[in-house]
């Protein structure tokens, strides 16, 4: 497909369309460094960890447009004294509410990149199924394709890799010689997220089944949405 043939983004004609795309570019060509053990690049881990990045990035979305946990929001504080929230709000930053939702949410994204390759995208229901029992259990969170396992458990990963993403959204790699306009703002963080993740499944499904690809980056992107942010954020 030549470049004049591609979709546009969906922040292509906002004012900081320049800095969407450059952190798209940022995190697609550095994350995989993130995901080396042995100077080997671990698939799994890089697609969780794309995954992880789209649903911490949706959370703090939601946060910053209402500028508290929306209505309707439930806290979860596991036996171990862990905290997690849910909530249909929540969901629907990841899962489109109204098809006009759909291209800045990362399940249909996800679930495009199966279908691109002749998949069927796994089951969303089963999948938010494993997160919400997972966090009942007190579990370190780790997806369930059991051959495809990342190399880091699901709050270690987001904690090791936000820290970098949080630097290409705020600009300050390529997004730099912008200044201030290199910033994304946070409505079109997950967004550009979504497509990092949705670029990488494209790549990864040479060498990986892609409805397991879809189930890596969407289940982390599940657990990573309910995390307290307070273990994330500093």
């Known amino acids: 497909m030549s470049q004049s043939e591609k979709p546009p983004f969906p922040w292509d004609g906002d004012e900081?369309?320049?800095?969407?795309?450059f952190a798209?570019?940022?995190l697609f060509n550095n994350l995989p460094s993130l995901a080396l053990f042995d100077q080997r690049l671990h698939l799994p881990t890089l697609l969780?960890?794309?995954?992880?990045?789209?649903?911490f990035s949706a959370q703090r979305a939601l946060f910053a447009e209402q500028g508290a946990w929306p209505a309707g929001t439930q806290v979860a504080t596991t036996k171990a004294g862990h905290t997690f929230y849910f909530g249909d709000t929540l969901n629907h930053m990841l899962?489109?509410?109204?098809?006009?939702?759909?291209?800045?949410?990362?399940?249909?994204?996800?679930?495009g990149a199966a279908q691109a390759a002749g998949v069927a995208p796994p089951d969303l229901n089963a999948m938010f199924a494993h997160v919400s029992r997972t966090i009942r259990q007190d579990a370190d969170f780790l997806p369930t394709p059991a051959a495809a396992q990342p190399r880091m458990g699901g709050l270690a990963l987001l904690k090791h890799v936000w820290p970098f993403a949080r630097n290409c959204f705020e600009g300050k790699l390529s997004g730099k010689v912008m200044r201030d306009e290199g910033i994304v703002p946070q409505r079109w963080r997950p967004v550009v997220a979504a497509y990092v993740a949705h670029f990488g499944l494209r790549q990864s499904q040479a060498t990986l089944d892609p409805a397991t690809g879809a189930t890596l980056v969407m289940e982390a992107a599940i657990y990573a949405s309910k995390v307290d942010p307070k273990l994330i954020e500093t």
Do not use: Q
């Open 95 to 111: 899962v489109p509410a109204s098809a006009a939702d759909a291209p800045l949410r990362l399940w249909p994204v996800v679930a």
């Open 48 to 55: 969780c960890a794309a995954g992880a990045i789209a649903g």
């Open 16 to 21: 900081r369309f320049a800095a969407c795309n």
């Open 24 to 26: 798209l570019g940022d």
